[in-house]
């Protein structure tokens, strides 16, 4: 059996937890991986964004709430997430966005 790094990106540098969290916005993949000891909630792809402010751009905030509930750090996000949710969401995320924000 072949071994991965569960932490390893794809060509953008996104890593599972990315692809479940941002892209698909599977809760359940999400607290899975979050529970392995091992994954980094904070690794960042190729532009620079980890998996939260993926999440919260694209409207996903029951995975926002799971990220931020596990080992994530939100004060590194508190500015993209209080500038793109109010953008993408029209403040659909505010409370999210305030306790991120207060993080900081």
């Known amino acids: 059996m072949e071994c991965y790094d569960i932490n390893g990106g794809d060509y953008w540098g996104f890593t599972p937890l990315t692809w479940a969290a941002a892209r698909n916005g ?12 091992e994954v980094n909630p904070d ?12 999440a919260a751009w694209n409207g996903y905030e029951g995975v926002v709430k799971i990220v931020i509930i596990h080992r994530c750090s939100p004060e590194i996000h508190s500015t993209t997430l209080s500038i793109r949710t109010c ?4 403040g659909e995320l505010t409370g999210v966005t305030d306790s991120v924000t207060r993080a900081k």
């Open 87 to 90: 953008e993408k969401n029209n």
């Open 26 to 37: 599977h809760g359940v993949v999400v607290k899975i991986l979050l529970s392995q000891e």
């Open 43 to 54: 690794m960042s792809d190729k532009y620079n964004q980890t998996p939260l402010p993926h």
